[in-house]
């Protein structure tokens, strides 16, 4: 696992911990936790999620992206977002040239 990976899994864990569960406090969240499954977010918070992940790292993320697969862990989220990374924007990557 790169360094890059592991710091987009601790990002998005983040998000979650803090502005989707809304809790303050030590992150208790793994980036092997099924956030889905165990209720850490619901569609709504996918949405919220998935906006964040387009800003954030400014990408696009077409809604064929957004299945229980990619969204499952912070892991399966992570390798989605490295593998639009390394696609062109008009395949839905990385909006920078």
């Given amino acids: 696992m790169s360094n890059r990976n592991e710091d987009t899994e601790q990002r998005v864990l983040k998000f979650v911990h803090e502005d989707l569960m809304n809790l303050d406090g030590p992150l208790q969240l793994t980036a092997t ?7 850490y977010i619901d569609s709504l918070g996918v949405m919220r999620l998935v906006a964040y992940l387009e800003q954030s790292f400014d990408i696009t993320i077409s809604t064929d992206a957004v299945t229980v697969e990619n969204f499952t862990t912070a892991r399966t989220i992570a390798a989605l977002l490295a593998d639009l990374s390394a696609r062109p924007a008009d395949q839905g990557g990385t909006n920078q040239s």
């Fill in 33 to 39: 936790d099924d956030l889905l499954t165990a209720g």
